[in-house]
């Protein structure tokens, strides 16, 4: 589709027939020829001489070829730009963040696999969260892993793939044997700073209680909630475990609830995996379509229309006056000296 970025410099179309009619003609002076004899020619010709100039007529040809060069240049200088088809880009509109528990207690084999294998708690959750992953196309995601100390492991992204590939490449006690899950919510917190979408989600993974955060989890998850965060914490494991290892229910819950979150709870893949289907339900996929037409300027078009039709105007010009009739030579019947002095 053709369009102009200024087409209210149509009104200047009739600007030369303006300055035509307003303006004063354009003068040109040529000497004349002064003769003694001027009154013995008036009285022979019978005219009346009179003060004046003479107004050379301009042809149609000519004057059209003006006309249409001037509209042309007009055209080229409202900028016609040729808008192409519309592109469509899916931007998302939610930022998901995974805190995963590498604690030491991650390697206790109470989880089975999809083949019935006995397997520890990480590589069931990795397992899981790989087919999470795996449906949340259009979303960006990031994974904060945590045990001692929490550290950001993948930074938001939409490349799912690359989250998926460095979640398989985690290890039990990677980042330490304890477990700082108030730490990891505030690393949490820190990477949505830099997140310029609404929707904020983090979902927790720990089968532990927090035995080495600075700041306590249900502190971190009431800034989160000031942050329009929100946690769903996810418990794996046996709660009747006891001493460090022990599975703190109430925290998860608080801080889920603190922040208008779900608790979970996991006692095996299966149950696991009807979590992550839950989650998938309850975080369903949002996204902007954002169009874009693509505008190409084509100013040049009429400029060379312009150029061409000049051109060509000139060229029949030069060629008409090639081939108009020269003045016819003296003939010889002229008097010679010698007949006029007869």
């Known amino acids: 589709m053709l369009t102009f970025s200024y087409p209210w410099l149509a009104v200047l179309a009739p600007l030369p027939l303006l300055a035509w009619w307003l303006l004063p003609a354009h003068v040109t002076s040529h000497a004349g020829l002064r003769v ?42 409202m900028r016609p730009q040729w808008i192409e088809a519309p592109l469509h880009r899916d931007q998302p509109t939610r930022d998901l963040l995974l805190l995963v528990d590498l604690s030491g207690s991650m390697d206790t084999k109470d989880f089975t696999d999809a083949s019935g294998r006995t397997v520890d708690r990480l590589t069931a959750v990795k397992a899981v969260l790989d087919d999470f992953l795996s449906r949340r196309k259009g979303d960006r995601a990031g994974v904060v892993v945590f045990g001692d100390a929490p550290f950001a492991l993948v930074p938001f992204t939409t490349d799912l793939d690359l989250c998926r590939e460095m979640l398989r490449d985690t290890v039990v006690g990677m980042a330490g044997p304890r477990t700082a899950l108030g730490d990891a919510i505030g690393l949490g917190i820190a990477l949505f700073d830099r997140s310029p979408v609404k929707a904020k989600t983090i979902i927790a993974l720990t089968d532990g209680n927090d035995t080495a955060s600075q700041v306590p989890p249900t502190e971190a998850a009431h800034v989160a909630k000031d942050k329009g965060i929100v946690v769903h914490t996810v418990a794996i494991g046996d709660p009747s475990t006891v001493g460090e290892d022990k599975l703190d229910e109430t925290t998860l819950k608080d801080v889920a609830t603190a922040t208008g979150g779900f608790f979970f709870r996991a006692l095996d893949r299966d149950e696991l995996a009807r979590i992550y289907g839950r989650l998938d339900g309850i975080e369903t996929r949002r996204i902007d379509t954002v169009t874009f037409r693509p505008r190409k300027d084509v100013y040049w078009i009429p400029l060379a229309a312009a150029l061409l039709v000049s051109l060509l105007a000139q060229a029949v010009h030069l060629l008409l006056r090639g081939r108009s009739p020269s003045p016819a030579p003296l003939s010889g019947s002229a008097i010679s000296p010698k007949a006029g002095a007869s």
Do not use: E, M, S
């Open 36 to 77: 003694p004899f001027f009154a013995r020619l008036v009285a022979l010709t019978g005219r009346n001489p009179h003060a004046g100039g003479l107004v050379a007529p301009r042809r149609l040809p000519r004057l059209a070829t003006l006309v249409v060069c001037w509209l042309l240049v007009l055209a080229a200088l």
